[in-house]
T-cell receptor
Framework: KQEVTQIPAALSVPEGENLVLNCSFT??????LQWFRQDPGKGLTSLLL?????REQTSGRLNASLDKSSGRSTLYIAASQPGDSATYLC??????????FGGGTRVLVKP | DAGVIQSPRHEVTEMGQEVTLRCKPI?????LFWYRQTMMRGLELLIY????????DSGMPEDRFSAKMPNASFSTLKIQPSEPRDSAVYFC??????????FGPGTRLTVL
């Protein structure tokens, strides 16, 4: 059974610092991995999707890497801003159309 | 497009009552997912449909839970009878094929 872990569960950084969020998964037989953002009381917004054949994806200040063999993904957010404060979740897609989510990392960027 | 639409946004009910949550997926999306989010268990997939057909309901916790998708633009998740431990935020999501899932705003359910 696929298990997805995100460490740390919470992170607080001063504005301008780079953010590094980690995600690990136990079964490397995945089709893709997604990073989502969730604001309090809101739904999830997809940030980046990395196919299993890819090593990384970039969108603006966000960069996500994938090392399928070691079961790890990292989300980098450059030059963090207070507006980046949210919970970030990673999810892996394996057989079928199912996503398995990690527990999330709650990020606070202090002005 | 208006995105995934869920109703109601908040529901407060008493134990034993029937609860029906509704979802309208993004037009053209052929996959629909129901998730439940709690502090203790995080985000869990309950059931998903492809082309209106239930594919995997292994996440449905008990027989008290049922889901239907009578057409491509509407789905319901029903809990009967509801219990306090069903209190959670329920999300609906849709996707086109196996690509990015788009989530609705969720329904916050409180069972007293």
């Amino acid at each position: 059974k696929q298990e997805v872990t995100q460490i740390p569960a919470a992170l607080s950084v001063p504005e301008g610092e780079n953010l590094v969020l980690n995600c690990s998964f136990t079964d490397s037989a995945i089709y893709n991995l997604q990073w989502f953002r969730q604001d309090p009381g809101k739904g999830l917004t997809s940030l980046l999707l990395i196919q299993s054949s890819q090593r990384e994806q970039t969108s603006g200040r966000l960069n996500a890497s994938l090392d399928k063999s070691s079961g790890r993904s990292t989300l980098y957010i450059a030059a963090s801003q207070p507006g980046d404060s949210a919970t970030y979740l990673c999810a892996v897609k394996a057989a079928g159309n199912k996503l398995t989510f990690g527990g999330g990392t709650r990020v606070l960027v202090k002005p | 497009d208006a995105g995934v639409i869920q109703s109601p946004r908040h529901e407060v009910t008493e134990m034993g009552q029937e609860v029906t949550l509704r979802c309208k997926p993004i037009s053209g999306h052929n996959s629909l997912f129901w998730y439940r989010q709690t502090m203790m268990r995080g985000l869990e997939l309950l059931i998903y449909f492809n082309n209106n057909v239930p594919i995997d309901d292994s996440g449905m916790p008990e027989d008290r839970f049922s889901a239907k998708m009578p057409n491509a633009s509407f789905s319901t998740l029903k809990i009967q009878p509801s219990e306090p431990r069903d209190s959670a935020v329920y999300f609906c999501a849709s996707s086109e094929g196996g690509y990015t899932q788009y989530f609705g705003p969720g329904t916050r359910l409180t069972v007293l």
